[in-house]
């Protein structure tokens, strides 16, 4: 009932697209892209700080992230079983929720680019360690504008380097990972001892909370709902896939840097590389750092063009930025968003903010767009109640909600730590941003400049599927 009075109340301004055919991208491409996603410079970057919080406990505090992650994202997992998406969250948010909820999300996701620029941040750092001839800044800087060029040349590029590029990255950690474990030699399972929990539950949650948000990332998956063969098959498939290999991953490199190098060296260091120096030959070494955390990091930010695009495209089309923001390139990418995309990507790096500063503010900033969508999945049982009772998973309304308030308490506690550590402009910038948003939601809404055309298809019936394919 509550759906269909909103559809009433804004019948003027929201109508639903067709749905378009099945795109290209199939389970492994998907899998690949969200791998590519979730691993990356948190993975790479963050180990030492997170470590000063716990000690050796570190690698006990990235499984703690991972199944914390999990439990802040299956709202999402779960939706995408439901319905394909087209227009990222602010598609979702027009459908489910309505025009207000869409506009919200829609300009927070203005301020994504904010954690992709720690993600290049760190890329300039290893690229630094190998060739010291230029200051990390500088790589920093050449690579956003590489990776800007790259993602202007269309999709068919992005799925193969996507490919080709996450299983490096997979095959490096494997064999990195298992070397390393062979060669721990410092005391991270003696739990009684003076350097693990060093923080006590304090530091331990502190380590987990930092690390959180490196675990997350495989939900933008979502977003290829469009490009999917079979969205709501592939897509919640994809994610979970990436479960064991980030756990794998996670909690082994933590063991790796942790076991393999004296204390010291490891905790609060910026990157990886003490245990990788120590562990590996020159030569290796050099083959590690380029298919281990340089893969991990290009495979995270080669899809954040991707992932604004989404929904900035559908944005600008339905009457929420203006209409010259969207012109194609010979590729059919938005070349003019991108260029944006890249001006706040560059903004935090010649600021000289560091990677935990960068992932804190970005904490901080997304908790609006977060609540919005684990609202959205809240609702969703009552907004498709017959595609959700074909939900892969089996979830009922009751288990669903109790998921969308686990997840939701999830969020806050991120949000209430990342709170405690910004700076007091932070809380005037993000005051200031809502009031704006709400102001021209209301603006455009009122006065009826927007026409919301959403993207948003529930999964069919098997019958009724392949009696539309034959059509």
């Given amino acids: 009932m509550k759906s269909n009075s909103m559809e009433e109340r804004y019948k003027d301004i929201i109508s639903k697209a067709p749905e378009p055919k099945p795109g290209p991208l199939t389970l492994s491409g998907l899998f690949s892209i969200a791998l590519g996603c979730v691993v990356g410079s948190g993975l790479v970057t963050l180990i030492g700080p997170a470590m000063a919080y716990t000690g050796y406990s570190v690698w006990l505090a990235y499984f703690a992230a991972v199944v914390m992650g999990l439990v802040m994202t299956l709202p999402i997992v779960i939706t995408s079983s439901v319905v394909r998406v087209s227009g990222a969250y602010y598609s979702l948010a027009s459908d489910i929720c309505g025009p207000r909820f869409s506009g919200v999300i829609e300009y927070a996701q203005v301020l994504t680019p904010v954690l992709y620029a720690g993600f290049y941040q760190a890329l300039g750092m290893y690229i630094n360690q190998l060739f010291p001839q230029f200051s990390a800044k500088t790589y920093t800087v050449a690579c956003i504008l590489i990776m800007l060029a790259i993602n202007l040349l269309g999709m068919k590029p992005f799925e193969k380097i996507s490919k080709v590029m996450a299983a490096i990255l997979l095959g490096t950690m494997v064999l990195y990972v298992v070397w390393g474990l062979v060669h721990v030699d410092q005391p991270i399972f003696n739990f009684g001892g003076d350097k693990m929990f060093t923080g006590g539950v304090g530091g331990f949650a502190q380590a987990t909370l930092l690390l959180v948000t490196s675990c997350q990332a495989y939900y933008t998956t979502l977003y290829y709902g469009k490009d999917a063969k079979n969205a709501t098959r592939d897509i919640p498939k994809a994610m979970l896939l990436t479960l064991p290999c980030i756990i794998f991953m996670y909690s082994g490199l933590a063991m790796v840097t942790a076991g393999t190098v004296p204390f010291e060296e490891a905790s609060g260091a910026a990157t990886i590389l003490p245990a990788a120096r120590n562990l590996l030959p020159s030569v290796l070494y050099v083959l590690f750092v380029i298919g281990g955390p340089l893969m991990a990091i290009i495979t995270t930010v080669n899809p954040g063009f991707n992932n604004i695009r989404y929904g900035v495209e559908q944005a600008t089309i339905d009457g929420w930025f203006p209409k010259g923001l969207i012109r194609h390139n010979r ?137 539309s394919e034959g059509k």
């Avoid at 968003?337 to 560059?346: G, K």
């Avoid at 969508?373 to 609702?379: G, N, P, S, Y």
């Avoid at 927007?450 to 019958?463: C, R």
């Fill in 331 to 467: 590729w059919k990418m938005p070349w003019i968003v991108y260029l944006i995309y890249t001006a706040i990507l560059l903004l935090p790096n010649l600021l000289g903010l560091n990677i935990v500063m960068i992932t804190n503010i970005y904490q901080f900033l997304s908790y609006i767009t977060n609540m919005t969508v684990v609202f959205c999945a809240f609702r969703l049982p009552s907004r498709y109640p017959e595609a959700f009772k074909r939900n892969i998973f089996h979830v009922s309304k009751p288990v669903m909600y109790v998921i969308c308030l686990l997840s939701a308490a999830a969020y806050t506690i991120v949000f209430i730590k990342a709170a405690l550590n910004i700076s007091p402009i932070c809380y005037v910038i993000a005051i200031v941003f809502i009031i704006v948003v709400m102001i021209a939601s209301s603006y455009l809404i009122k006065n009826k400049k927007l026409h919301i055309v959403t993207s948003v298809w529930p999964s069919q019936d098997p019958a009724e599927a392949k009696g």
